[in-house]
């Protein structure tokens, strides 16, 4: 759970900049555009195929 306290005299926007800041950090918004559709197990799973041989390749 992400929560942001209020730094001295920040504003609310700076606040809500954080706010963003740390959910990108952690994929939240990724994970939630990734979520908002539904998608067939076939497509998940070259989904996680590509991502994996992208990791192996980058490794190198």
Do not use: W
Not at 9 to 38: A, H, P, T, W
């Amino acid at each position: 759970m992400i929560k942001v306290k209020a730094r001295g005299n920040e504003s609310v926007e700076q606040m809500i900049r954080r706010f963003k800041k740390m959910c990108e950090k952690e994929g939240l918004v990724k994970d939630i555009k990734r979520n908002s559709y539904y998608e067939k197990p076939s497509e998940r799973k070259r989904r996680r195929i590509r991502k994996s041989i992208k990791r192996t390749v980058v490794g190198f």
